[in-house]
């Protein structure tokens, strides 16, 4: 398992917008080769945003958990610069 890698706004945002992509993509007539890609994307969003961790963000070693600051460090696991 990766270590936490998203800031807790970052985590507000991508759930927010996983739940608001998931009932658009539920309030659509048909459901189709579209509709099951969003809702895949929704549903990764989500995820991102309860867990903290993003793995392309991980193989991109990006991090907005504030991993630089001391404090943080207990919560992402790694070891200020």
Request: charged share 15%.
């Amino acid at each position: 398992m990766i270590a936490k890698n998203l800031g807790n706004a970052e985590r507000i945002v991508r759930l927010l917008l996983g739940v608001l992509v998931a009932v658009i993509t539920a309030m659509q007539p048909q459901f189709g080769a579209f509709e099951g890609l969003t809702s895949v994307i929704a549903l990764f969003l989500i995820l991102n945003g309860i867990f903290g961790r993003c793995y392309l963000w991980h193989m991109l070693e990006i991090t907005s958990c504030g991993c630089s600051e001391a404090p943080q460090e207990r919560f992402c696991g790694k070891r200020a610069a």
